[in-house]
């Protein structure tokens, strides 16, 4: 037991050791910042924790011989290298992610499989929509209740307080708009053979929101972070089948990427 701050050092085990709650410990505190704000500095680490170096040192290379976490070359910003030995950043794993996971994947992929085999693909959207009606159902009340412009940063607020460690800003893409990240996705692992479930989500955010949104990325698919661009207020002029002129061109662009879903 470390004294000073409480954190309990014990064996490396063969499979990751689940997180006592994301922010209980010292060590979760660590991981849960690097799967937030990742990948990420040692000492931007140890200055937003208020940790001296030595003892985020600590953390991270038990977390890192634990495989929470991973360190990487950090990449040279706006195509310039700098001199010298390459800054080291850290990022989590996906043994990292699965101690942030408190779902059952193997029992909720079995069933629904028995579902979509005797019910039918259908059954399977129609479960994943009975799924994000309670999160719209609680979420509505609190997104009506304040101005448009503030509904992206709440709801990025919601879905942390449900575990999806989620932030809000703007977004750098062309246009304008906000971009809102979900850095932990508690049924990842099934909703990557199971795409209705994200399908689900994303329709749930644009009816919340009241403004199309395009889900850019997703950690099901292999990416680090859900990311969705949330549509300038305004910018819904649509054509005939519904999608906005805006979305069109974008879509055009980048040539219909399996990542996006425009709702």
Do not use: W
Not at 112 to 121: K, Q, V
Not at 172 to 184: F, N, R, T, V
Not at 245 to 258: E, F, H, L, N, P
């Amino acid at each position: 037991m470390d004294e000073r701050e409480g954190v309990a050092v014990t064996d490396v085990s063969s499979a990751p050791r689940p997180l006592s709650g994301p922010d209980h410990g010292t060590r979760a505190r660590v991981a849960r910042l690097i799967l937030e704000k990742g990948p990420i500095t040692a000492s931007s680490l140890g200055e937003r924790l208020g940790l001296t170096p030595a003892a985020i040192r600590r953390h991270l290379d038990n977390l890192t011989s634990e495989g929470m976490v991973e360190a990487r070359d950090a990449r040279p910003t706006h195509g310039r290298r700098r001199r010298g030995r390459p800054a080291r950043v850290f990022a989590i794993t996906e043994a990292g992610r699965d101690a942030f996971v408190h779902a059952y994947d193997d029992l909720a992929s079995n069933a629904l499989r028995f579902l979509a085999r005797t019910a039918g693909p259908e059954a399977v959207s129609e479960f994943a929509q009975s799924q994000v009606a309670d999160l719209e159902r609680r979420y509505k009340p609190l997104l009506d209740a304040v101005p448009q412009e503030q509904r992206v940063r709440l709801l990025a607020e919601a879905l942390s307080n449900d575990g999806y460690a989620a932030t809000a800003g703007q977004a750098p893409a062309p246009g304008g708009g906000d971009q809102l990240c979900q850095h932990h996705c508690p049924v990842a692992h099934v909703a990557a053979e199971f795409p209705q479930l994200c399908e689900a989500e994303i329709e749930a955010f644009a009816r919340l929101l009241g403004t199309p949104v395009r889900r850019l990325a997703t950690i099901a698919h292999g990416d680090g972070v859900c990311t969705t661009h949330v549509t300038p207020r305004g910018d819904g002029a649509s054509g005939e089948d519904g999608t906005p002129a805006s979305m069109k061109a974008i879509r055009q662009r980048a040539g219909g990427s399996v990542h996006q879903k425009d709702v």
